[in-house]
C-alpha cells in the first residue's frame, strides 16, 4: 500500500508561482510512474503531468506546457509541480497519484494510488 500527501496549494493572483508536493510511502517508489490530476468545480478531473518511472520521462496537458514542470526526487520520496504564470482556469484541486506500472501514463484509470488532493486557487 502507497500513502500519498500533498501540499504546497494556496492563493496566488495571476501570473504567479506555486510549487507543489507528493509525498509517498513505500520503498520501491522510484519504479512508480507518478501524475498530477486536477479537479475544477462542476468538472470532470483532468490529466495535468506525469512523470515515468525510472527513467523519468515527462508528460503534460497541453494547457499546461510551458508553464508547469513536474519533477521528482526518488531519495525523498517526493515528486513535485512547479506552476508558473498561474491563470484562473488553473483553479482546482490537484491531486497527486501513482502507478505501479513504470512506462508513464496520463490514463486516471492505471493510477493505483491517489492522494487527498490540495486545493489552488488562482485570482484574476
Known amino acids: 500500500q502507497v500513502q500519498l500527501v500533498e501540499s504546497g496549494g494556496g492563493l496566488v493572483q495571476a501570473g504567479g508561482s506555486l510549487r507543489l508536493s507528493c509525498a509517498a510511502s513505500g520503498r520501491t517508489f522510484s519504479n512508480y510512474t507518478m501524475g498530477w490530476f486536477r479537479q475544477a468545480p462542476g468538472k470532470e478531473r483532468e490529466f495535468v503531468a506525469a512523470?515515468?518511472?525510472?527513467?523519468?520521462?515527462?508528460y503534460y496537458a497541453e494547457s499546461v506546457k510551458g508553464r508547469f514542470t513536474i519533477s521528482r526526487d526518488n531519495a525523498k520520496n517526493t515528486m513535485y509541480l512547479q506552476m508558473n504564470s498561474l491563470k484562473p482556469e488553473d483553479t482546482a484541486v490537484y491531486y497527486c497519484a501513482a502507478d505501479r506500472v513504470p512506462k508513464g501514463s496520463t490514463q486516471q484509470r492505471e493510477y493505483d494510488y491517489w492522494g487527498q488532493g490540495t486545493q489552488v486557487t488562482v485570482s484574476s
Open positions: 512523470i515515468s518511472g525510472r527513467i523519468g520521462n515527462t
